[in-house]
């Protein structure tokens, strides 16, 4: 099996100057967190689609990894024709924006004989076939899905994939989603899965790059709380539910709640909610009232 990320999205609804797969977790992007998780399956190669330069730069490290450069139209099939060829044999896609509490080696067992299969959210009988099967942007697709693509080539919504699929008399495995999952595409998304990652440590999936923290002398954090080894902290108070990146550096605030990207740095700050990006730009995360 090969695996597909599609991650071209350019977040304009984040309205900061950030492409979603980079968007920081603890102890890795967005983007690393799924490539580790695809690192744990039986894959014969791994494809990622883009748009950003920045992903591209961050997919060298990664080997057996390649990366495709979406064509035109730029929409979520226009993202799956961009690999086609590529694509030899069935293919996990993973939307670029989402984060998993589980591994999906359940998905590919359960998936297994199946030229189609999508792991679903919710199986309240009252939801419609195709519109349930397009809950969670991870799916199994068959390379005959690209006779049918070109069709829905300026379509942007799975659940085109799956009406158009179902039309043509496919038998759609259907499996549910294990744990959780968050569609991160905003701030508060982006928080909210920060928290969820942080208090549940034990339970979540997370690459090996990350850990739970550590305490260095002028760091005073509480609760639950991440801190690079290569991040600079120093007469701060951190916590409940702080991220700080590698490379950033952070003197003298106080910080809740707060998610600290890589190479970012804060003086004399008093946050709460908000993201801070390289070099020291400040974007909320409150809800809107």
């Known amino acids: ?24 977790l ?27 330069p920045e992903v591209e730069r961050v997919l060298r490290g990664w080997e057996g990894v390649y990366a495709i450069r979406q064509r035109e139209p730029f929409t979520l099939m226009g993202a799956l024709l961009s690999a086609e ?17 589980q591994g999906l080696g359940y998905f590919l067992r359960e998936a297994e004989g199946h030229r189609y299969a999508f792991l679903a959210e919710r199986r309240d009988e009252g939801v419609e076939e195709a519109r349930r099967l397009a809950t969670t942007g991870a799916y199994i697709l068959s390379p005959e899905v690209f006779h049918t693509l070109p069709l829905l ?6 659940v085109c994939l799956t009406e158009a699929l179902l039309s043509q008399g496919e038998e759609l495995c259907e499996v549910g989603l294990r744990g959780w999952r968050q569609n991160i595409n905003t701030l508060e998304g982006l928080l ?3 928290g969820e990652l942080l208090g549940n440590w034990s339970l979540c999936f997370h690459p090996p790059s990350s850990q739970e923290g550590y305490s260095e002398e002028g760091v005073e954090a509480e609760g639950p709380t991440w801190i690079s080894p290569e991040a600079e902290v ?12 590698p490379g950033a550096r952070i003197e003298g605030c106080t910080l809740e709640e707060v998610i600290v990207f890589p190479r970012s740095q804060a003086e004399g700050l008093k946050l709460k909610r908000e993201v801070i990006l390289p070099p020291g730009l400040i974007f909320s995360g409150k809800e809107k009232g």
Do not use: W
């Open 153 to 158: 080539r300026s379509k942007d919504r799975l």
């Open 234 to 245: 120093s007469r701060s108070h951190l916590g409940p539910y702080v991220t700080v990146g």
């Open 192 to 194: 909210k899965t920060q």
């Open 26 to 52: 603890p102890g890795g992007t967005l983007l690393e967190y799924q490539l580790s998780m695809l690192a744990d399956l039986s894959l014969s190669s791994i494809f990622v689609i883009y748009l950003a």
């Open 85 to 101: 060829k590529e694509i030899s044999e069935r293919f996990l896609v993973l939307h670029g924006d989402n984060y998993f509490s």
């Open 1 to 24: 099996m090969q695996a597909l990320i599609l991650a071209a999205g350019r977040g304009k609804r984040l309205q900061a100057p950030f492409s979603k797969p980079l968007l920081y």
